[in-house]
């Protein structure tokens, strides 16, 4: 593990977390009144029946399906800011949110309080939250959009994981696809390569305003100008895996992986420049571009 690596990318997100929130309106009252910054294909691989998934406006309805996740306990590991998290929470789960930014965190614990559902969330690097927390502690670990790349050692990552769950409990990860991150916006080779060996690569400049620039698909409680003109002066180290390496990485974690999928669309975030905007906050590809994987989706299980 590099520890470096992850305290200048823990510096990088603090201030990008700031820019990130900027931009979204009124989370507590949005989460109050049963909204949901849940997509149905990360509800899917949990197991959530279509009726418990929001609608257009990014509301929940449990009358006909109420807290399909109740009774169990859901680790949410690199949550960010805790909106998912709590999103999960208002299923019925009793959540932890994990992350390494002290931004993100305090802002997750407010808003828990704010929007009245109950939630822990740790300041933590991940991997000395995988050490220290108890053994077979949780029924779901849960992970989403953006947190490979942020690991320095995946096989000590799935193994931890392994470690935290109960006997029958899952994995859940929904990912961009880690083809997708071999292209910069305009579909150009970036500076990083599919075969990364594992190895640390400098990002060009901190973390962006990816949320400001995907406007409404980040914010389904409302999209505020916030921030403008973000610079984020901390440079950031990130780390290629390829789907081979990251099943691999699960499989001898001793997981029984249950489901691989692969999508054609990244949800919420516009991964280029000029993509096809689809009903549900997702974008496909350009037209004419190649159809690619935007989106790569997994569920394993403890056995047991």
Not at 40 to 65: C, I, K, M, Y
Not at 235 to 251: D, H, K, N, R, Y
Request: net charge negative; glycine share 10%; aromatic share 10%.
């Amino acid at each position: 593990m590099l520890r470096d690596a992850h305290e200048q990318n823990r510096r990088s997100w603090n201030l990008a977390t700031r820019a990130h929130n900027s931009h979204k309106r009124d989370q507590a009252g949005f989460l109050r009144a049963g909204g949901s910054t849940l997509f149905p294909d990360e509800l899917a691989l949990l197991g959530v029946p279509p009726s418990a998934w929001p609608d257009e406006h990014g509301r929940t309805d449990l009358s006909r399906t109420p807290a399909p996740l109740a009774n169990l306990d859901l680790v949410h590991l690199q949550c960010n800011s805790g909106q998912d998290t709590l999103s999960l929470a208002r299923l019925g789960a009793r959540v932890t949110g994990v992350d390494i930014s002290d931004e993100a965190i305090a802002f997750a614990t407010a808003l828990a309080r704010d929007a009245d559902l109950p939630a822990t969330f740790l300041r933590s690097d991940v991997y000395d939250f995988l050490t220290t927390s108890p053994p077979a502690a949780y029924d779901l670990a849960f992970a989403s959009y953006g947190v490979l790349i942020w690991l320095s050692d995946l096989t000590t990552w799935a193994a931890g994981v392994a470690r935290i769950l109960r006997p029958g409990g899952r994995l859940v990860l929904l990912e961009f696809h880690p083809f997708a991150a071999t292209l910069d916006e305009q579909q150009r080779p970036s500076s990083y390569p599919y075969f990364g060996e594992g190895r640390a690569y400098p990002g060009p400049d901190g973390i962006g305003d990816y949320v400001g620039n995907s406007g409404p698909g980040l914010t389904p409680m409302g999209f505020l100008p916030g921030e403008s003109a973000f610079h984020n002066p901390h440079p950031t180290q990130e780390f290629s895996w390829t789907v081979g390496e990251i099943l691999t990485a699960i499989l001898r974690a001793g997981l029984h992986l249950e489901q691989v999928r692969e999508y054609p669309y990244a949800n919420g975030c516009r991964l280029f420049a000029d993509m096809r905007e689809l009903p549900g906050r997702r974008f496909a590809m350009p037209a004419g571009a190649l159809d690619l994987p935007l989106m790569l989706g997994l569920t394993a299980r403890r056995p047991g």
